[in-house]
Each structure stands twice: as structure tokens, then as C-alpha cells.
């Protein structure tokens, strides 16, 4: 992963549950589940499940004759988890990284990912151990961000510039969906489908995913100190400014891409 990437500490794992609750991401959370379409008694596995939010329902899909397992490397964004599926007891929840995925070959039916794989270095290592924990016959849905989508109105485009780029320095690959199919056919996947997701926020309330992302993005660029925090807190003081002027405007784009692990023959 990359040397500068989030640390999701009790903090940061309670702000990104907020914006996962966000009208914006329950609608990308039915698209993806729609996409992967769990069935009872099916096996599942969500790498990278954050607050649990598509983790219950996936094993909400499955039932009690299925298997829902959760992987993060987190232990705040697991305790998260842990507390929304607590009375799920076909859930299981382990702390481990994205690149390593231990579990036993063919081990599940269906895997889905969520703003993860752009951390992960190694992506053909990672992508050919997760074709080995498919199971013949198995899809997956991962879902990460192209930050070239990034669309945000402010009055200082330099300073803007100034401080996506210090944002920037967190991701391995800050334009995964464009190689993203390439990479899991490469791994032995076929590729079924690639769905853009756009989130278009032209308010500035709690139930929009830029009133949260704006603060994260401000929060990371700021921690690098000197000019650069005097930058981040500019900026989002004048995008709470816009906001309350009825001024925002926010877009950004996200890519489902769904691949399948053939049967056996």
C-alpha cells in the first residue's frame, strides 16, 4: 500500500461511516449488490468491508445456511463491522491486507471490493490470489474511483490544484478503473460488465458524500504541515462558504467492473 494511505483510526472510520450512509453510496451499495446478486447458502466475501454496510446486507442475501466473511486490515473499521453484524453469526470478520486474501482455494462464490485495490501495489499478485479463492463458476464486483473525474467549483483553482495533489499522494493507482479489466482478465477472469457510477452534489448537507469527503480530503493534505495546511483549511472553509451560499457543486466518478470465474469443465 502506499506509504502515505489513510490511517482509519476510530476518528476517521466514524466519518467514513457517515459518508457511506449518504444517499449517494446506499445507491451505489444497491448497485453492487444488485451486481453480484447473493444467493442463500452461497459463500461471500467482502475485502475491505469498512463499517459492515454492504457486509450485512450481502450476508443478509446469503442467510444462515451461507457464509459471509468481511476482510480489512482496520481493526477501527472491524469494530465497526463487527458491531453492525453482530447478530449475524455466519459472519466472520479477519484483519488481514487485500494482497494476501488467506483463505483456503476456491473458497467462495461471489467477491466484492469496494475503493480498495487502488492501495494495493502488487495487482497481479492480488488478482491472481483472488482468482484462487474463487470458486469455478464464482464473480466478483470491484468498485474503485478514476480521480481524473474529480469536478469541484472553487474560486481558487490553484490553490485547489495545490491540495488534490497533496491528496493524491495517498493512492498507488489513482486511475485503477482504466487497467482494471485488462488486470482481472490478465488473472484468468472474464470480464461481464463495466458500470460507471457518477455522484453529482450540488448541496452541501449531511446526506451528500462530498460534505464528507471535502473534510477527509482537507484532514489528509492538511497533515503534511506548513504551507500545506494553510492551503487545506482555506479550502475548506471556502467549500463550507460555497456550500452555505448554495454554490457547491461536486462530481466524481466511480466504475463497477463485474468478472466471472469460468465453470470447470
Given at each position: 500500500?502506499?506509504?502515505?494511505?489513510?490511517?482509519?483510526?476510530?476518528?476517521?472510520?466514524?466519518?467514513?461511516?457517515?459518508?457511506?450512509?449518504?444517499?449517494?453510496?446506499?445507491?451505489?451499495?444497491?448497485?453492487?449488490?444488485d451486481a453480484i446478486?447473493?444467493?442463500?447458502?452461497?459463500?461471500?466475501?467482502?475485502?475491505?468491508?469498512?463499517?459492515?454496510?454492504?457486509?450485512?446486507?450481502?450476508?443478509?442475501r446469503v442467510g444462515?445456511?451461507?457464509?459471509?466473511?468481511?476482510?480489512?486490515?482496520?481493526e477501527s473499521m472491524?469494530?465497526?463491522?463487527?458491531?453492525?453484524?453482530?447478530?449475524?453469526?455466519?459472519?466472520?470478520?479477519?484483519?488481514?491486507?487485500?494482497?494476501?486474501?488467506?483463505?483456503?482455494?476456491?473458497?467462495?462464490?461471489?467477491?466484492?471490493?469496494?475503493?480498495?485495490?487502488?492501495?494495493?501495489?502488487?495487482?497481479?499478485?492480488?488478482?491472481?490470489?483472488?482468482?484462487?479463492?474463487?470458486?469455478?463458476?464464482?464473480?466478483?464486483?470491484?468498485?474503485?474511483?478514476?480521480?481524473?473525474?474529480?469536478?469541484?467549483?472553487?474560486?481558487?483553482?490553484?490553490?485547489?490544484?495545490?491540495?488534490?495533489?497533496?491528496?493524491?499522494?495517498?493512492?498507488?493507482?489513482?486511475?485503477?478503473?482504466?487497467?482494471?479489466?485488462?488486470?482481472?482478465?490478465?488473472?484468468?477472469?472474464?470480464?461481464?460488465?463495466?458500470?460507471?457510477?457518477?455522484?453529482?452534489?450540488?448541496?452541501?448537507?449531511?446526506?451528500?458524500?462530498?460534505?464528507?469527503?471535502?473534510?477527509?480530503?482537507?484532514?489528509?493534505?492538511?497533515?503534511?504541515?506548513?504551507?500545506?495546511?494553510?492551503?487545506?483549511?482555506?479550502?475548506?472553509?471556502?467549500?463550507?462558504?460555497?456550500?452555505?451560499?448554495?454554490?457547491?457543486?461536486?462530481?466524481?466518478?466511480?466504475?463497477?467492473?463485474?468478472?466471472?470465474?469460468?465453470?470447470?469443465?
Amino acid at each position: 500500500m502506499a506509504t502515505g494511505t489513510i490511517a482509519f483510526d476510530a476518528k476517521a472510520a466514524n466519518a467514513l461511516e457517515k459518508a457511506y450512509l449518504t444517499r449517494d453510496v446506499v445507491s451505489q451499495r444497491r448497485i453492487v449488490l444488485d451486481a453480484i446478486d447473493p444467493k442463500p447458502g452461497e459463500a461471500v466475501l467482502d475485502v475491505g468491508p469498512g463499517p459492515g454496510l454492504l457486509l450485512e446486507e450481502l450476508a443478509r442475501r446469503v442467510g444462515a445456511s451461507g457464509r459471509a466473511v468481511g476482510l480489512d486490515l482496520s481493526e477501527s473499521m472491524l469494530a465497526q463491522a463487527r458491531r453492525r453484524c453482530g447478530e449475524l453469526a455466519w459472519v466472520e470478520l479477519d484483519l488481514d491486507d487485500a494482497a494476501c486474501l488467506p483463505y483456503a482455494a476456491e473458497s467462495f462464490d461471489a467477491v466484492v471490493s469496494t475503493q480498495v485495490y487502488e492501495y494495493v501495489a502488487d495487482l497481479a499478485g492480488a488478482f491472481a490470489r483472488l482468482f484462487e479463492i474463487t470458486r469455478p463458476g464464482g464473480r466478483v464486483a470491484i468498485l474503485d474511483t478514476d480521480y481524473d473525474s474529480f469536478v469541484l467549483f472553487t474560486e481558487d483553482e490553484a490553490r485547489h490544484a495545490r491540495v488534490i495533489k497533496a491528496w493524491d499522494d495517498h493512492f498507488v493507482h489513482r486511475g485503477l478503473p482504466r487497467v482494471l479489466g485488462p488486470k482481472l482478465r490478465d488473472a484468468g477472469f472474464s470480464v461481464r460488465s463495466v458500470q460507471a457510477i457518477p455522484i453529482v452534489n450540488a448541496g452541501w448537507t449531511e446526506d451528500e458524500f462530498s460534505y464528507h469527503l471535502v473534510p477527509m480530503i482537507a484532514g489528509f493534505a492538511g497533515r503534511k504541515g506548513g504551507a500545506a495546511r494553510e492551503d487545506a483549511q482555506a479550502w475548506l472553509e471556502e467549500q463550507r462558504r460555497l456550500g452555505a451560499a448554495g454554490r457547491h457543486f461536486f462530481s466524481l466518478n466511480r466504475y463497477l467492473v463485474v468478472a466471472d470465474r469460468e465453470p470447470a469443465r
